[in-house]
Structures are given as C-alpha cells and as structure tokens.
C-alpha cells in the first residue's frame, strides 16, 4: 500500500504520530478484506449453519473497519470526538469478531487467518486511541 | 424503501421496536447520500476553498452513516455494544456535519437540505441509543 | 430522501434528465439496504444451506449497488464512460439476483420484496444507461 | 495483507489464477485507500480549486475501487459476467483517475503516488479481466 507516501505529501501533515496512523489504516483495510473473505469462506462450507454467527459478525465487522480507514486515510479528524467514537466501535467490533473467528479456529484455517487480522486491527485501533483521545481541552 | 416489508419476515424478527429501527436505518441511507450529493456541490463551487472543511466533514459522515445504515439492515447486532458503538459514532458525526452545513445554509441550499438530513439522522440515531443501549446485564 | 432537493442546488445542475437520475439514486441505495438485509434474513432461517448462493448473490449486488449509487449522487461523472461501465456492471448484476431472489420468493417473503428492489434499481439503471450512454463524439 | 492466506482455505478454492486474484484484490484496496487520501490532500491545499476534478474522479475511483475489491474477496463470482463487468468499470475509472492525477503530479507528490496506485489496479483489473473474461460458452 501507499499510504505513508501519500501521508507525507498532506499539506498539513507532520511527522508526529504518523507511523501509528499508518498501521492503522493498513490494519483497517486488512480487516476489511479479510471478513469478506473469510464470511464467503464459511458460506462455502458443506453446512454453513454453525458459521451463521460468524458469517454475520464478520459483515459487520467488514463495514466498520471500512468505515474507519476511509477516515483514518484523510489526514485529520473534522474533530477529534469523530475518530475516538469510530476508533471505539471498530476496536469492539474487532474484539468481537476476532472472539468468533477463534472458536472456528482449528476446524477452518480462513477463520483463524481472520482472527489474526481481527486483533491486529484491534490493536491498531486501540493504539490509535491512546495517542488520539481528546483531552478534556479539545472535547466539544 | 423496502425496509419494513423485508424486516417483518426475517426468521428473528418481533414487532417490537420496529418503528424506530425501520426510521434509523432510512435515515442513515438519506444521510449517507445526502452528504456525497452535498460535497459534490459544494466541490463544484466557483470557489469551494471556503466549503473545504464541509467537504471533508461531509465525506467522513457518508461514510459512517452507510456503515451504521448495513449493520442496522441486519435484524439484530451480534452483540449490543456493537449497535451501541456505532450509534455513539454517527449520533457525533451526524452532529457536527450538520453544524458545519448550517453555517453554510443561506449561501447554499444543498448544505441546508444536508443539514436537515444530518439532523434527521442524529435524532434517529439518539432514539435507537435509548433503546438500543445495552443494560448492565447485557454488557459483556 | 433529499436527493432532488440537493441535486436543484448543484452549481452545475440542470432540469434535464434530472427525474431519471433521482429515480436511479433512490433505486441504489434501496437495492443496496434490501440486499444486506435479505441477505441477514436468508442466514437467519433454520437453514441456509439452500440459500448460500442468494446469500453471495446479494452481498455482490449490494457493493455494486451502493458504489453505483454514490457515483450518481455526484451531479455529474468525470467522464460519461464512468457511469456507463458502473450503470452497465450494476444493471447486471440486479438482474442476476432478482432472478435468484425470485427462485425463493414462495418460500421467503424477504426474497420477494428484494427480487423487487432489484428489479426497479436493474431498470432505473437501464433508463440512465439509454439517457447518459456516450455517443461517439463523447467516447475516450 | 492476510489475502492469500485466506483463500487458500477456502472451500472452493484451487491454485488456479490465485496470484493474480490475490494481486487484484491487493491493489484495488490500495487504490481505493490511495484515493481517499489523495482527496483529502488535495482539498488541504491552499488552493483547491484547479484540483476540483481531481477530488471529484478520485471519489468515484475510490468507490468503485472498494467495491470491486470486495466482490473480488468473495473466491468466484456468482456469475463471471458480474466480475467482467465491474472489472471493466474498475479498469476504466483507475486509468481516467491516474491521467488525471497525472496532470498535477509535479506540483503534487500525493498525486503522482495516488497516480501509481491507480496505474497498479488498472493493470491488475486489466490481467484478471483477460484470465476470467467469459467465454462464448459461459455467458448467460
């Protein structure tokens, strides 16, 4: 992927904070794939109906991550409360998700690849939080 | 939109709390349209340089209000704090998009009307969180 | 929707073929929610083994959907060719999942009304495909 | 990115054409991260107005991108005319938005990078479109 390249040419990027956006937003997109990937898997399968649950986290799975690495490759927040409340959902839905994927883990190797990507993404997003939460000053 | 007539036969489905949800769902789409048709026509501008953080803003609230828009078109969230997530995230876009469009609201009218479907969105959102927000018991 | 209300505000904006182009938008974003939402009520019955395949048919026929619908919410494409090759992929592939809707319409109500959904978005895409098809002078 | 991984455990998945499967997939999700940040960087100039349309067709690029990364994702297609079809959608708006980002590629390290990424899928949407383009025998 591009995206430091692209990063450091924003006219109002800096350097600061920029390695953690990126591995989020790599993260993200991973993610994303992934839970499609792994939700058409499960529906491959003889009998898909013990996989429903994880056929349906991985869908919603799939649009937040999205959803949070479109915002996260535009350089800044609008507002900072924008990126913590989607950096909030998308580090659950991870959770979550990667929770799922576990239990089909040894039987079906694209649900333990997704939850790879699951908890690599949680953990972006968590990071991201860290460094990112608004303190008491910047809250609207 | 079909939205009711395809919820009332889903295999999990009740009555219950319908309304709301069917009104949540079609807001979210409105919105997420609304917000691309808005930033295209402030784009379109003679001058956008002024409209450039409505641009932005409309951009991050497409894309968190058609995430929120599919996870709400499935019946029910694999886990409340999922639905709760989300909600939390395009109640706060939905927010400050609208704010930015209404100061922009007497120059043009598609920043009024995005407002209005903003706003619309916001409340929706709002009154599934009421609903939707998972109790005590149910929090994992 | 606001989507005519928008659209009149467009800098660029015109009255002509404007009704069509409403009718397409709405048509994308409703065939885009009733796909994910009959696609969630097809995973919830007993069984979905039988259903896999419209499961897969309206995950594909709801990013097509969508995409095409964001596309036609921007007043006017970069190029008439974009539009046409994204109406003609979307044209398609409605068509595709109406017909495997419609083999399941008896049996599950939510197949019925999305096979609907789709067919009025496969139309409102063929309607904007014979107003907006680029001429010869207009190909790239 | 977890791609290959994934579908070499799918249950309908065989070696064939996997590497540029994988190949494809890998760079719509670049280009598609690619655009919405080169957008975003062109709307942070001081002046964005002579980069109007790039932030135009770098949106419909992105959308159309994202989606047929994600039909991709899904191991077959419900039916080869679907992939052609949003292959040639996706290998038209990639080489319209690489000329475009082009023209400000000098002025605009964003641009030229955003140029590549989209230059990438082009070609890989053009290889799998010649793998998979159904024949005379498979069109329905």
């Known amino acids: 992927m591009h995206i430091l390249e692209i990063m450091k040419s924003h006219p109002g990027s800096s350097t600061e904070a920029a390695i953690p956006l990126v591995q989020g937003i790599e993260a993200c997109f991973d993610c994303a794939q992934a ?11 003889a009998d898909p ?39 909030e959902a ?3 839905v991870t959770r979550m998700c990667a929770e799922e994927c576990e239990k089909h883990a040894k039987a079906h190797a694209h649900c333990r690849v997704c939850a790879e990507a699951c908890r690599k993404c949680e953990a972006a ?15 609207v």
Chains 1, 2, 3, 4 share one sequence.
């Open 90 to 92: 998308c580090a659950v």
């Open 49 to 87: 109906t013990p996989l429903a649950r994880c056929i349906r986290i991985n869908g919603e799975c799939a649009d937040i991550a999205h959803a949070t690495g479109r915002l996260l490759s535009r350089r800044l927040p609008s507002n900072p409360l924008i990126w913590e409340r989607q950096l």
């Open 35 to 45: 839970t499609v990937a792994c939700a058409d898997a499960c529906l491959a399968e």
């Open 125 to 139: 997003c968590n990071a991201l939080l860290s460094a990112y939460r608004p303190t008491a000053d910047t809250v």
